[in-house]
């Protein structure tokens, strides 16, 4: 292994072993709990549900050997769209893992095979130093390894079938899976974030994630009545691993959404926009965490939420502004 992807085992990705041969594996982007992706089992074939970036690569290749997986075990690889926390990692894996297949929706496949565009877009947000460090190098798929999951798609997964949905509301290119056997939807970011240090006796606290640029609440609010109709047991978040209790969440999340958008269009039009809808967004949330009585203090609060709500509010600005370019109806 190149050097570069040695990872140190006493040190491997903090894991959490769910039933249904689910494994969660932190994917240690920035701090520890913040995201992750999941390993799943069928047989002796193993899956990839969400990789990371590139530099959460050693990590999942670490907890392979330390299992005993061998890479050519790895019969699929699927991101649940491609933002670089969840897809940034593909390519490299893939070229360690010989026999996978990448299984990606069919708005986010040409950007796997040539990520030209997706490097851009992440830089302009970021800037190329913050890129590098956050994200590291995005290696292009083979196009002849990936496999386009239209809405509706079935994966024969070793005799375990996957579900794919399109889910857009966060991202055009967004796909969830239903896993039967665990009677479990893998939500990507379309069930929010939610924070295990957030825990209290209240249960988990539920963040919607409106990043730029694709925040379309609408088509969200279908994607969670997909979801519902299923009658899960379980959310996989790749911010951060499985909860239940899930129609209390659901309904938060339909309470979030309304708010955020309450919250946007009441400072459509003042100064400095963007600055007083992140600290109207970071209020917000720490007034909902309070009322929960959430085990944090405002400060550590600010520091896990901090990233979050500045993307978000970058994305309910541009929901803004496209709402504010729509032609107004004219009566008749």
Partial sequence: MAAHLLH????????INYPDNITCIDTEQQRAGLACCYLMRSGNEYAFIECGTSLSIPGLLAVLAK???G???????MPTHVHLDHAGGAGLLMQHCPNAKLVIHPRGARHMVDPTALIAGATAVYGPEAMKVMYGDIVPVEESRVIVAEDNFRLDFNGRELLFIDAPGHARHH????DAQSRGWFTGDTFGLSYRVFDGQNGPYLLPTTTPVQFEPDAWLKTIGRFMATDPAYMFLTHYGRVGNVPQLAADLRGGIA????IALHLADAPERHARLSEALMLHALEELAAMTAPVTDDVARDWLEFDIELNAQGLGVWLDKQAAKPVAKSA
């Fill in 71 to 77: 890479t050519d075990q790895i019969a699929y690889i």
């Fill in 259 to 262: 708010n955020y958008q309450s």
């Fill in 8 to 15: 140190d085992a006493a040190m491997l990705p903090a894991t």
């Fill in 67 to 69: 299992r005993g997986i």
């Fill in 175 to 178: 796909y969830a899976i239903w």
